[in-house]
T-cell receptor
Framework: AQSVTQLGSHVSVSEGALVLLRCNYS??????LFWYVQYPNQGLQLLLK??????LVKGINGFEAEFKKSETSFHLTKPSAHMSDAAEYFC???????????FGKGTSLLVTP | ETGVTQTPRHLVMGMTNKKSLKCEQH?????MYWYKQSAKKPLELMFV???????ENNSVPSRFSPECPNSSHLFLHLHTLQPEDSALYLC???????????????FGSGTRLTVV
C-alpha cells in the first residue's frame, strides 16, 4: 500500500535561506510523487510531480525535488526562501493501488525576515 | 472558464438545514473527489468518482451524500450536520492513466463550511 511521511510538521527558515521539506514514501512499485502548496483558505496547487522520467524535477516558483529510490525519498528544495513561500506543503503518492492520491500530513513553512 | 470551480466559497448552516456544495471541472478529467480539511488535521478523503461511478467511500457518515450526474459535475448534499463537520471542503479532479494510477489532481478553492 502507498503512503508518505513528511518529517517536521513545522519548518522555519530565514528569508534567503535554503528551504528543505522532507518526504519519504512507502510503495511496493515505483510510484508517482507530487508536491502541492496551500495558501490560507485556498485549495491545493501543484508545485511539481515525478512520473518516472527525470529524477530531478523542477516546478513552479523556483522549487525542485529529487526522486531517490535508494532512500525512498522525494524532498522538496528551494535555494533561497521568499516571504511569499510561507504556506502549507503536502507530499502525495500514487502507485496504482487505488483511485486516489495518498497525502502526507503537511508541513507548515514559516519564513522570517 | 477553466479549472475546478467550487460554490459557494463560504457557507454557514444550522444543524437542521439541508444544503449542497457544488463542484464543476472544465478539464475533461474522468475522476472527481471530495476531501475534508479540518484545522490541524490531515486531508481526509471522503468520496471518489471514476467515470461517474462511486468507487470509494471512506466510512463517511450518511449525513453527507455525494452525487455525480456527469463527468463535469460533483455535488455534496448536506443534512443534519454537527458542529464538528465545520471544515474546508475541497473538490479535486484528475485524469487516470490506467487502472488506479492517478496523474495528479487539480483542486478547487474549497468551500468553508461552518455549522452552528
Amino acid at each position: 500500500a502507498q503512503s508518505v511521511t513528511q518529517l517536521g510538521s513545522h519548518v522555519s527558515v530565514s528569508e534567503g535561506a535554503l528551504v528543505l521539506l522532507r518526504c519519504n514514501y512507502s510503495s511496493s512499485v515505483p510510484p508517482y510523487l507530487f508536491w502541492y502548496v496551500q495558501y490560507p483558505n485556498q485549495g491545493l496547487q501543484l508545485l511539481l510531480k515525478y512520473t518516472s522520467a527525470a529524477t530531478l524535477v523542477k516546478g513552479i516558483n523556483g522549487f525542485e525535488a529529487e526522486f531517490k529510490k535508494s532512500e525512498t525519498s522525494f524532498h522538496l528544495t528551494k535555494p533561497s526562501a521568499h516571504m511569499s513561500d510561507a504556506a502549507e506543503y503536502f507530499c502525495a503518492v500514487s502507485d496504482g493501488s487505488g483511485y486516489a492520491l495518498n497525502f502526507g500530513k503537511g508541513t507548515s513553512l514559516l519564513v522570517t525576515p | 472558464e477553466t479549472g475546478v470551480t467550487q460554490t459557494p466559497r463560504h457557507l454557514v448552516m444550522g444543524m437542521t438545514n439541508k444544503k449542497s456544495l457544488k463542484c464543476e471541472q472544465h478539464l475533461g478529467h474522468n475522476a472527481m473527489y471530495w476531501y475534508k480539511q479540518s484545522a490541524k488535521k490531515p486531508l481526509e478523503l471522503m468520496f471518489v468518482y471514476s467515470l461517474e461511478e462511486r468507487v470509494e467511500n471512506n466510512s463517511v457518515p450518511s449525513r453527507f451524500s455525494p452525487e455525480c450526474p456527469n463527468s463535469s459535475h460533483l455535488f455534496l448534499h448536506l443534512h443534519t450536520l454537527q458542529p464538528e463537520d465545520s471544515a474546508l471542503y475541497l473538490c479535486a479532479s484528475s485524469q487516470e492513466i490506467q487502472g488506479g494510477w492517478v496523474y495528479g489532481y487539480t483542486f478547487g478553492s474549497g468551500t468553508r463550511l461552518t455549522v452552528v
